[in-house]
Nanobody
Framework: QLQLVESGGGLVQPGESVRLSCVAS????????IGWFRQAPGKEREAVGC????????QYAESVKGRFFISREYRGTTVTLQMNSLKPEDSGVYYC???????????????????WGQGTQVTVSS
């Protein structure tokens, strides 16, 4: 069972960039996807994006398309979330989690994700 650890959060100003890492306890299996999620105080957790481990194909929430980019080491242990042009509403605790996708070509933001990390705080404020 994968264990996931997020890192890279911090305090940044609007318009700046941050890169988050999600490191797994072992090689991420080809049949899995890694999702990124965030939760702001008083709000429900929302999906940010996901990446299919073997193909590297990604899906993103509309709110972050064109600003956030997910990448992974092929048959490695690390998934990266590059966040650009950050806005105050991007603030929150960011989590990564895994899901089994089998032979599906795409990951889905609506899948059931497991093995949640502890999260890393991102605060966007001037």
């Amino acid at each position: 069972q994968l264990q996931l650890v997020e890192s890279g959060g911090g305090l940044v100003q609007p318009g700046e960039s941050v890169r988050l890492s999600c490191v797994a306890s072992g090689t991420i299996p080809d049949a899995y996807a890694i999702g990124w999620f965030r939760q702001a105080p008083g709000k429900e957790r929302e999906a940010v994006g996901c990446i299919r481990a073997n193909s590297g194909r990604t899906q993103y929430a509309e709110s972050v398309k064109g600003r956030f980019f997910i990448s992974r080491e092929y048959r490695g242990t690390t998934v990266t979330l590059q966040m650009n042009s950050l806005k105050p509403e991007d603030s929150g605790v960011y989590y990564c989690a895994s899901t089994f996708v089998g032979l599906a070509t795409e990951c889905q933001l609506s899948s059931t994700y497991r093995n949640w990390g502890q999260g890393t705080q991102v605060t966007v404020s001037s």
